[in-house]
């Protein structure tokens, strides 16, 4: 089964740039430790300073192990933390898909 996790949020007006950055950095660090990286994307229409980013898994075990590696690194953390301060509150959201074609 193919698993999807997606993560969306909406950046303060004046710092979509920091914003970036952290997670660049963050994905950077995540590479570096061997989790799956993030595909990046904005909206062309729709709510502005939207960034949603995707992480594609084979299985939902890949997908718990890499989450369990994800948050127990002080520094994955410490980073993930400081693109939190550009978040509006309340505008993040996460979800998780898995393939239609994968379900029996």
């Not at 990286?37 to 299985?59: H, K, Q, V």
């Not at 898909?97 to 379900?103: G, V």
Request: proline content about 4%; hydrophobic content about 35%; aromatic content about 14%.
């Amino acid at each position: 089964m193919t698993v999807r996790v997606r993560f969306s949020c909406e950046v303060r007006y004046g710092k979509a740039r920091e914003f970036m950055e952290s997670m660049t950095k963050l994905d950077d660090l995540c590479v570096k430790k061997g989790l799956v990286p993030a595909a990046g994307w904005g909206p062309l229409a729709g709510p502005n300073n939207t960034f949603i980013y995707e992480f594609d898994y084979p299985d939902f075990s890949t997908f718990e192990k890499e989450q369990e590696q994800f948050y127990s690194d002080k520094g994955i953390m410490d980073a993930f933390r400081s693109s939190g301060e550009h978040v509006i509150q309340g505008t993040g959201r996460s979800e998780l898909l898995q393939s239609l074609y994968d379900i029996e």
